[in-house]
């Protein structure tokens, strides 16, 4: 396939790729919900200090959420949206 068919295949309107990205965060978030428990609970009662005392669950936390909200994982929701929206179009007909 070539690049402009590919293009063309994952090309979604503005509004809808925001919404597949919000969506994506949500998600991202939800998995990784045990992460950002940990940084919490490390952070609680420190302000400029938490930089260096919780860097290690920080940087946890960080890969986690990268698991989830990558670009790939963003062009995997917009093909299953397009593939979504086609099989909407063959059903109206």
């Known amino acids: 396939m070539g690049y402009i068919q590919e293009a063309r295949e994952n090309h979604v309107k503005k509004k809808v790729e925001e919404a597949l990205r919000s969506k994506m965060k949500q998600k991202a978030l939800k998995e990784c919900d045990h992460y950002s428990a940990k940084y919490a609970e490390c952070a609680m009662g420190k302000t400029i200090s938490v930089i260096w005392h919780c860097r290690k669950q920080a940087k946890e936390l960080n890969e986690c959420l990268h698991q989830y909200t990558n670009e790939?994982?963003?062009?995997?929701m917009k093909k299953n949206?397009?593939?979504?929206?086609a099989s909407k179009e063959?059903?109206?007909l």
């Open 90 to 92: 063959k059903n109206k």
């Open 72 to 76: 790939s994982v963003l062009e995997e």
């Open 81 to 85: 949206y397009m593939l979504e929206q």
